[in-house]
């Protein structure tokens, strides 16, 4: 398996869960998001919009990081990370593994464009309270969501690479969590996790 990656971004995600899982792969390393070569054609050929992560196996190619650990997880995940779909944990591991990129990734992203790509002048302040309060929301369900578990599903499971990532992601975009001490120790737990340690920057 290749990697396509870039450090400090979603594509964190995939590497984190190989590194959970114990897997090989290759990387595919872009300096950052600035990289020109995410731009070039070769890479427009993999990715349609230059983005990360992509993954590379036996010649195929897919994007979008939660089909890939999805993918990871059917192919060689060997039954690890994931409730089985006749458990009575799936619907919640599903639920989560999905709020990552349906609802906690849109305001973060609005958070990044406002705040730290466009120039100030050209900044939004309604779109920027807006998207803050939504997030403020957002992080008050997983508050709820963890109630008194470690993880989302109570083990640590790939809802928390797609949804733990996320939301580390959004405490640092502006996500307030100084009222959720449950999601405060969640951030902390999922960052002494040396699989994730290592995946921020690898290569
Ligand atoms: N929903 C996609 C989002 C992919 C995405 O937007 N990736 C960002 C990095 S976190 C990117 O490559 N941005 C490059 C750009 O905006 O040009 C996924 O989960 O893979």
């Known amino acids: ?33 600035a990289d020109k070569r995410m731009r070039e054609p070769d890479y427009l050929g993999v990715h349609p919009l230059g983005r990360v992560p992509c993954l590379e196996d036996n010649g195929q190619y897919i994007f979008e990081s939660g089909a890939i650990v999805q993918y990871i997880l059917a ?13 009575d944990k799936f619907s919640t591991y599903l639920q989560w593994f999905h709020f990552a990129e349906g609802m906690l990734m849109p305001p973060v992203n609005t958070l990044v464009v406002e705040t730290r790509i466009l120039p100030a002048e050209k900044s ?6 807006r998207a803050r309060k939504l997030l403020g929301r957002i992080l008050a369900a997983i508050e709820v969501g963890l109630g008194h578990k470690d993880y989302l599903v109570g083990d640590f499971t790939a809802a928390d ?8 992601v959004a405490t640092r975009n502006g996500g307030d969590i100084s009222d959720k001490p449950t999601v405060a120790a969640y951030v902390e737990r999922l960052h002494a996790r040396p699989a994730l340690q290592k995946s921020w920057d690898v290569g």
């Open 124 to 129: 939004n302040p309604t779109n920027i309270a």
């Open 1 to 33: 398996m290749k990697i396509y990656y870039a450090p400090n971004t979603r594509a964190v995600r995939i590497v984190w869960l190989c590194e959970e899982l114990g897997l090989d792969y290759e990387l595919h390393k872009f300096d950052g998001l």
């Open 161 to 168: 690479v797609m949804c733990g990532h996320a939301t580390i």
């Open 75 to 87: 192919r060689y995940g060997a039954d690890k990370l994931a409730p089985a779909p006749d458990s």
